[in-house]
DNA sequence: CTGAAAGCGCTTACAG
DNA sequence: CTGAAAGCGCTTACAG
């Protein structure tokens, strides 16, 4: 037969069979010994054994009702978590959130029922945030609605985005990567070897973390005395990075470029080989670390000069962060941090060819 | 300034502000109207709109407190679920997990904080079973632990194995894959080769799902009217996996093998290049699908007879059933359900070379 | 050193 | 159609 669903004992069971009140109970259970609270042990292992005995374990809901808190942090992604495309978009964010949340003993309350018709995820349903189920929780995802955002941010609920945002209405506490340093790196790597006019092949959103990689461009000019060029940002669809267009960057002086996306990487290899080129004599190529690959950058050709993104690091971070908030909810402000990115030397710059354009 | 961290609304707010009584906004944000309870459509209104105000969600511990659910679906795995090794183990059950909670409104709660000292998640662990959180869980794992299984079942908490688990005491449910039917139609295809003598490589744990390819095994030689010779069977780890070997099963008449592991399959690849043989020339292998590798498998040698599990759908599958146990406790017993695997028939299985063994 | 009592925020008979 | 009240199983001041 099947197992009837026997009723699970109750601390007052536990109580009975000690011959002790439930306070006392729940005083061994929870260790709350010292201080003004002494249970003698000859009762307190009297409770020992009736727990034992009767396979007492305290009901959870129970315990963080009475108490408080639930010890959930939420995690809130506003594409599916799970993404099948895009495998390893969250994947890293996960483990270390996953990682640093079982070391302080918290459980993950993953929001997957708040999927609108279109497929994104929102913060308020239904006029029903979810997210109170939990005691804070971390968010994470590209394209987040910063409307919802403010009025979270309003409302007071404890949460840290993954990733730079900032919306209209107040500060929200977050964990970021340093793209402006990285991305400074990688143009000073650039300038070292001799080139001055480095073109940037801009994503046509312009997020905070692309701004913070624009930002990185124009620092790295001004910290080797260069002036930059507006006219070397550019925006341009996969398929129209062809050859032509680059003999057209070097007659304007062009030397190398540096790229926010992951998907014009191959297009430019293609087209610099069309040009009739070599990399990276006749042309020098970097990318700006894309959010969407693997940190072995599997789907990038090999050691091509880049950087990595510290997005364990990242979700470890946000965890400890959000906890140190629920601890101290009075505690001043956002909590912002920002890690540094690793700067990946790869072949694919080398100095500028002599060209007419210098 | 900061954002201060708000007291979050209650029920009773709720009531307050759209001049009704909590148990009236308990009626209407459960649903409950229908029956003996009606609400008027305006009175509703009204408490959709505090809701919507307030921003308000009931408290899941409460809520499952006072006898209610709080569509809150356990994901209990007893390894880390975003494992760095072998990162694609459970990331497919997921998605499938994912999308179905998603579709029928349920969040995921993970059970993160329950890992043990060493690394392995309890279930119970100081006295205190976390999934009583969730309505009900599921669970996954290949390392886990039986007894608390047993106790889990014994307890009547709602869950769901993705795998086929036998536990002393009760009959759980699960969401299994077919591995008996998949094995014996990867031994039909020897078969029908023209292979009479095919070894059968056995991992050293005998789980079920270990146990069921085995029974495959069985089957398909009942169904080709042969004998199980017991003398096929073999344990034996990779490195011992050698050239030598091969010649000695080879003078036992064997013509070909079939391997639960999947770091089995290179191995036995090198050896057979070593004994100066060619695939499937001179001998014919195949793979009994290792849940360890990616749909894909990527990391098996192209090519290779095998079969694919199931793995998305086994995770929707196992949401669907625990939602269907929920609303349906007494519903008569273990619900299970076994899903067909997809044969792969690959480069590596051929006709049996001339052997003095036939 | 230990217990009686209030209260955490909900749901659900039970009245009306 | 809606509300007053009990109760879910705990923790935590507060007494003694």
Same mark, same amino acid.
């Given at each position: 037969?099947?197992?009837?669903?026997?009723?699970?004992?109750?601390?007052?069971?536990?109580?009975?069979?000690?011959?002790?009140?439930?306070?006392?109970?729940?005083?061994?259970?929870?260790?709350?010994?010292?201080?003004?609270?002494?249970?003698?042990?000859?009762?307190? &292992?009297?409770?020992?054994?009736?727990?034992?005995?009767?396979?007492?374990?305290?009901?959870?809901?129970?315990?963080?009702?009475?108490?408080? &808190?639930?010890?959930?942090?939420?995690?809130?992604?506003?594409?599916?978590?799970?993404?099948?495309?895009?495998?390893?978009?969250?994947?890293?964010?996960?483990?270390?959130?996953?990682?640093?949340?079982?070391?302080?003993?918290?459980?993950?309350?993953?929001?997957?029922?708040?999927?609108?018709?279109?497929?994104?995820?929102?913060?308020?349903?239904?006029?029903?945030?979810?997210?109170?189920?939990?005691?804070?929780?971390?968010?994470?995802?590209?394209?987040?609605?910063?409307?919802?955002?403010?009025?979270?941010?309003?409302?007071?609920?404890?949460?840290?985005?993954?990733?730079?945002?900032?919306?209209?209405?107040?500060?929200?506490?977050?964990?970021?990567?340093?793209?402006?340093?990285?991305?400074? &790196?990688?143009?000073?790597?650039?300038?070292?070897?001799?080139?001055?006019?480095?073109?940037?092949?801009?994503?046509?959103?312009?997020?905070?973390?692309?701004?913070?990689?624009?930002?990185?461009?124009?620092?790295?000019?001004? &910290?080797?005395?260069?002036?930059?060029?507006?006219?070397?940002?550019?925006?341009?669809?996969?398929?129209?990075?062809?050859?032509?267009?680059?003999?057209?960057?070097?007659?304007?002086?062009?030397?190398?470029?540096?790229?926010?996306?992951?998907?014009?990487?191959?297009?430019?290899?293609?087209?610099?080989?069309?040009?009739?080129?070599?990399?990276?004599?006749?042309?020098?190529?970097?990318?700006?670390?894309?959010?969407?690959?693997?940190?072995?950058?599997?789907?990038?050709?090999?050691?091509?000069?880049?950087?990595?993104?510290?997005?364990?690091?990242?979700?470890?971070?946000?965890?400890?962060?959000?906890?140190?908030?629920?601890?101290?909810?009075?505690?001043?402000?956002?909590?912002?941090?920002?890690?540094?990115?690793?700067?990946?030397?790869?072949?694919?710059?080398?100095?500028?060819?002599?060209?007419?354009?210098?």
């Amino acid at each position: 037969m099947s197992h009837p669903v026997k009723r699970r004992p109750r601390q007052a069971d536990v109580a009975r069979l000690a011959g002790v009140s439930p306070t006392t109970v729940s005083l061994v259970l929870n260790n709350r010994v010292g201080g003004n609270v002494r249970i003698r042990p000859e009762t307190r &292992q009297r409770v020992l054994d009736a727990v034992a005995r009767l396979g007492y374990v305290a009901d959870p809901a129970a315990r963080s009702l009475a108490g408080g &808190q639930n010890r959930l942090l939420g995690v809130f992604t506003f594409e599916a978590i799970f993404p099948i495309q895009q495998r390893d978009f969250y994947y890293p964010f996960l483990v270390g959130i996953e990682r640093e949340a079982g070391r302080l003993g918290y459980d993950l309350l993953l929001f997957t029922s708040s999927t609108g018709t279109d497929g994104k995820r929102r913060l308020y349903q239904r006029g029903n945030n979810r997210l109170r189920m939990a005691d804070g929780a971390v968010l994470l995802g590209n394209e987040e609605n910063k409307q919802e955002l403010s009025r979270l941010l309003a409302e007071g609920y404890p949460f840290v985005f993954v990733g730079r945002r900032e919306v209209p209405g107040g500060e929200l506490s977050y964990v970021a990567a340093d793209y402006t340093t990285a991305t400074a &790196q990688v143009l000073a790597h650039f300038f070292a070897h001799g080139h001055r006019r480095v073109a940037y092949l801009a994503h046509p959103i312009e997020t905070e973390s692309m701004a913070d990689r624009r930002a990185g461009y124009r620092l790295a000019h001004r &910290q080797a005395g260069l002036e930059p060029d507006p006219g070397l940002l550019f925006q341009r669809p996969s398929t129209e990075i062809t050859a032509t267009w680059l003999h057209e960057l070097r007659a304007q002086g062009i030397t190398g470029m540096v790229t926010e996306m992951g998907e014009h990487v191959p297009a430019l290899m293609a087209a610099i080989h069309a040009a009739g080129w070599s990399l990276p004599r006749d042309f020098s190529l970097a990318f700006l670390g894309d959010p969407h690959l693997n940190d072995d950058h599997d789907d990038l050709p090999r050691d091509c000069t880049t950087f990595t993104i510290p997005r364990e690091e990242m979700g470890v971070q946000a965890v400890r962060l959000l906890t140190q908030i629920l601890s101290n909810p009075e505690g001043g402000g956002p909590r912002r941090l920002t890690l540094p990115c690793r700067f990946v030397p790869g072949s694919t710059v080398g100095p500028p060819p002599p060209s007419p354009g210098r």
